[in-house]
């Protein structure tokens, strides 16, 4: 674990312990969003669905910690976002932007869709 992160301040072993895993989980998924990014760029394709996973499971273990503590994270949770961000400009450079739900349907699309739902849900 980082020194700057553990000499922060003298925490209980338990907060200790919990830090220790949110680093680490930190550090698995740069990991994984290091290998995203070289897929992407090797025009590979890329599962994101465990890095979804990961970062709700350091979210939550975040959020637990104590706030002294977990404001030692900010400086690995802001480099885990920044990497966050490259990998987004990566994909928007591949595949282009994502298209936004009005460019995939019209009003009336949505007004239909909503009126045949209610004919089996009133």
Known sequence: MPDDVMSAHVMPEADRT?????????EKIHAVLGAARRLTQENRAVDLSAV???????????????RATARTLKPALTALADELDRLGEDLAAR????????????AGD????????TKHFP
Do not use: H, K, T
């Open 110 to 117: 949505a007004a239909d869709a909503y009126g045949s739902a």
């Open 18 to 26: 919990e830090l220790e895993r949110a680093v680490g989980e930190i």
């Open 52 to 66: 979804d996973a990961r970062l709700g499971a350091l979210c939550a273990r975040v959020d637990s910690l104590p």
């Open 95 to 106: 595949f282009g932007g994502l298209p936004s739900l009005g460019d995939l349907a019209s």
